[in-house]
């Protein structure tokens, strides 16, 4: 169960074991789904149009982004960025967990609001990714910096990337992009916790045993809840990726044009007039594909952890 429940039976675990679930939930996930989000950073850094019947870019679907990268770069491409990712992805699993573990618990004994409501959910599962955005944000800058780069390289190795970024653009590079990013983390996370509680909700009225397909179920909301809460958010995940390549624009140019944003509201404006309203999609389908894989494993591999660790508990007090 996700989030602080006063009725679970058994032994209560803690922030800290909440904070291990999440980081070996977030590890095992970001593996899987690396490739997707390799090609959807791609399509989010396109000025050109992304589009089968009317090609302007070097990428123009989800199938031809992905043979182009393999033929072009072969395979190790899809993980460019997956040391930076991987680190990102324990990181802001155990801090987001963590946070929302507390938090809930915190509603339950300091307020009359219950905890396991859908409600709840959404304003702790905003705060906690708020909190794991402020933690790791510089991972997710080097993330996509690795996988934004084409041949040759810019950045040989995570060492060089920071240094190198450091140097040229000093601390606040690693921080591009927070503004959009935290105003889209609170809701995408907030939605992503609240349509999951939800949907497990809705399932177990259904079922003639809650507990029954547990881990099936915990796939299977997951998935619809980072579908929904993906789509509606996704604008502000494309202006994070423009901005966090500002200044590595040398990288960017055998991939079509370029642009330099001032900021947040210019990296809206210039989008919305150069590019449209389809603007701010691009790379919606590889990124709906990546977020019902990515929110359905994470809570799928959650609640697997926890449950093993909550057994293990619970064998080694009976002993």
Known sequence: ?????????????????????????????????????????????????????????????????????????????FWKGHFPAQLLSVCFGAVQFATFEFLTEAVHKSTPYDSQTAGIHLICGGLSACSATLVCQPLDTLRTRFAAQGEPKVYHNLRHAVSTMYRTSGPLSFYRGLAPTLVAVFPYAGL?????????????????????????????????????SKTMTYPFDLFKKRLQVGGFEEARVQFGEIRHYRGFVDCMLQIGKEEGLRGFFKGLSPSLVKAAFSTGFTFFWYELFLNAMKNHKERQRTE
Do not use: W
């Open 1 to 77: 169960m996700v989030g602080f429940d006063p009725g679970a039976p058994g032994v209560v675990l803690s922030p800290e074991e909440a904070a291990l679930a999440g980081s070996g939930a977030g590890m095992v996930t970001r593996a899987l789904i690396n490739p997707l989000d390799v090609v959807k950073i791609r399509f989010q850094l396109q000025i050109e149009r992304v589009s089968y019947l009317h090609p302007e870019g070097k990428y123009r679907g989800l199938l031809q982004a992905s043979r182009c990268i393999l033929r072009e770069e072969g395979l190790p491409a």
């Open 192 to 228: 992503q916790f609240f349509f999951y509680r939800l949907f497990g909700q809705l399932l177990s009225k259904n079922s003639e045993a809650g507990n029954s397909g547990g881990n099936l179920r915990s796939l299977l909301c997951g998935s619809a809840a980072g579908v929904l």
